[in-house]
Nanobody, 124 residues
Framework: QVQLVESGGGLVQAGGSLRLSCAAS????????MGWFRQAPGKEREFVVG????????YYVDSVKGRFTISRDNAKNTVYLQMTSLKPEDKAVYYC?????????????????WGQGTQVTVSS
């Protein structure tokens, strides 16, 4: 079972950028689809973006297309989320997650390993 640790969250002004990292331990990272989810206060956890095992395929929700970029480095067992043009509505706890599914699932239940989350706060 892969273990995940996120980092890189923080406070940023609207229009600013942040880069989140998710470091994985274990031997299954390169065979896992990786996803980023977020959960705002009082809301359910939602899928944001995912990347296939090789990194050749990605899927973004409409609200972050053109602003967020996911990437992975299988040699470093790390997945990244570059966030630009941040908006106050992007404020949430961001989680990375690993899935054994083929492709990029968007449902929480398809992901079997989760990190502890990192807080992203965007001030207006």
């Amino acid at each position: 079972q892969v273990q995940l640790v996120e980092s890189g969250g923080g406070l940023v002004q609207a229009g600013g950028s942040l880069r989140l990292s998710c470091a994985a331990s274990g031997r299954t990272f390169s065979s896992s689809t990786m996803g980023w989810f977020r959960q705002a206060p009082g809301k359910e956890r939602e899928f944001v973006v995912g990347i296939t095992r090789s990194g050749s395929g990605t899927y973004y929700v409409d609200s972050v297309k053109g602003r967020f970029t996911i990437s992975r480095d299988n040699a470093k067992n790390t997945v990244y989320l570059q966030m630009t043009s941040l908006k106050p509505e992007d404020k949430a706890v961001y989680y990375c997650a690993a899935s054994h599914s083929v492709g990029v699932p968007t449902k929480n239940y398809a992901y079997s390993a989760w990190g502890q989350g990192t807080q992203v706060t965007v001030s207006s």
